[in-house]
């Protein structure tokens, strides 16, 4: 099978990709106007605004890569989202393929079903801003930080068909539960177990201050990755075209690994994700002149957008 993407596939990814980021912008944002039919106002704003917008372009381009892959070879796959406050990416893309709509109907795929999807965002009697169980087929609750190893490796197990992609956030990496379950790999057996691919998604942020993980080099993570018993492969950039083909590529070369022998999918997993690809490009890197992309900020740009 080729990897390389065509110029009709890649738009359609990147035009997947960037419907999924408005979406995502109109939950952590808007109450109405969800089509900005008419001039924004201030009206048009949620009084409060919660979420993680930092963290969000990067989910929604993995989101869209596994699908990718989905279609391409028909494998049966599950996808775990640890990085918390992340649930309006994964969210707009559950409603961008219709699959929302079939549990939840009410929220229909036109404008008044986009406007429902977004005041229901981070509401009371609302879904909340993680992955949480209104999500339909979530098995992992995105804001308990620290577990999404553990409930990926628990799905594989016993599983051999499953291949289970599991972002791991960055400030996640830092707990507990999450360094301890790294080692998971030690216990799968590729004759009766699926494959975990894992996922270090290196945004850069967490709540308050800059991660550690993000804060080493690409040599040192390698060396921290290897030595649990993975093989990393690392995806940098922030040109949306190049990482589109630098994912496209990865991503099919590691199932290559998954469906061939068990000493070679034992190995398939550990990647790396120094920046959310294309997350300066998703969005204003300043606003009312405060940086906004790789900092901080990055977590709600303009937080005081309605003023």
Request: proline share 8%; hydrophobic share 40%.
């Amino acid at each position: 099978m080729s990897h390389t993407l065509g110029a009709d596939e890649l738009n359609l990814l990147d035009s997947w990709w960037r419907a999924a980021n408005y979406l995502t912008v109109g939950q952590i944002y808007l109450q109405s106007n969800p089509l900005l039919r008419d001039s924004l106002r201030p009206e048009h704003i949620k009084p409060r605004l919660l979420g993680h917008w930092g963290t969000s372009p990067g989910l929604s381009l993995l989101y869209a890569h596994m699908n990718r892959l989905i279609r391409k070879r028909n494998i049966d796959a599950i996808f775990l989202a640890g990085p918390g406050h992340g649930g309006p990416a994964l969210i707009a893309n559950v409603w961008l393929e219709g699959t929302w709509s079939e549990i939840y109907p009410d929220v229909s795929r036109d404008g008044e079903g986009m406007k429902l999807l977004f005041r229901q965002f981070s509401t009371p009697y609302g879904v909340p801003s993680h992955v949480s169980p209104p999500v339909p087929g979530s098995i992992h609750e995105g804001g308990e930080l620290g577990y999404v190893l553990t409930h990926a490796f628990g799905a594989a197990f016993d599983n051999p068909d499953l291949v289970v992609m599991a972002v791991v956030g960055d400030g996640e990496a830092e707990t507990g539960p999450l360094e301890g379950s790294w080692k998971g790999i030690s216990f799968l057996n590729p004759a009766r177990d699926g494959a975990v691919l894992p996922v270090l998604h290196l945004n850069g942020y967490k709540i308050a201050n800059p991660t550690v993980l993000a804060r080493k080099g690409d040599e040192e993570v390698g060396w921290l990755l290897r030595g649990h018993g993975y093989d990393p492969f690392f995806v940098v950039g922030d040109d949306p075209a190049r990482v589109h083909a630098a994912l496209a590529d990865d991503r099919a070369a590691h199932a290559e690994g998954m469906d061939g022998p068990a000493d070679r999918r034992r190995g398939a997993g550990g990647r790396h994700l120094p920046r959310p690809p294309g997350a300066d490009r998703a969005g204003p890197r300043e606003s009312r002149s405060s940086q906004a992309a790789g900092s901080l900020d990055e977590v709600v740009p303009a937080p005081g957008a309605v003023r």
